[in-house]
């Protein structure tokens, strides 16, 4: 994908969180969604595709650390997946959006929109786990708005067909993941109808 395909394919996948968070019944919020989290806080993860943009961007690193979106990830799961910590960023995150949801998530996703207009696409995001140009992270959270949209919309009852660019970009970096995690010929015998998937099995476990 050219930078400007994945800069599309990152607003479009903000969209289709946008769009489900809309569908959210006013008494629905604190309706179970995944795991510990309901659907509020499920909503305030999410949205963190949006804040993080915002958070690294304005605090620059000196040098690239991650030359792509599968190095964040495997660097992040080595230190930022602690499911107890996970879980409570997504409460907290809740609670900034609590007062009402759906403006908060449109709000700040025309706020990343405009955002990105600012930023080049070797801009070096300053996150937690190292250096990573803007045009190699976006994807890191079209994958996280993806995923995390599909589990809301599930969790309240809607039909909502991800973005094809969206779940292509999805789809490319779980294969990633799964290949340097040792899971890949498991994840494609199984998707080739070869072989199963033990219960519980993911490529981010």
Known sequence: MSGQ????????????????????????????????WCARDLTGHTYRAFTTILSYSDKPAEKVELERPVDYFLKALESLADPKQVAERGRAAGLEIIDNPTMMVRGFAMYVKNKLEE???????GTPVGGIRLIDYLPTRTFELIIHTMD????????????????????????????????????VLAATGRNGLPDGFSVLG
């Open 119 to 125: 930023l080049s696409d070797d801009h070096i995001m």
């Open 5 to 36: 395909d994945i800069r599309e394919t990152y607003l479009e996948a903000g969209e289709y969180f946008a769009g489900v968070v809309d569908q959210v019944d006013i008494d629905g919020w604190d309706e179970p969604a995944l795991g510990e």
């Open 152 to 187: 809301l919309a599930k969790s309240i009852g809607v039909e909502a067909e991800p973005p094809e660019r969206g779940m292509e970009a999805t789809v490319r970096l779980l294969g990633q993941i799964a290949l340097y995690r040792g899971q890949a010929p498991s994840l």
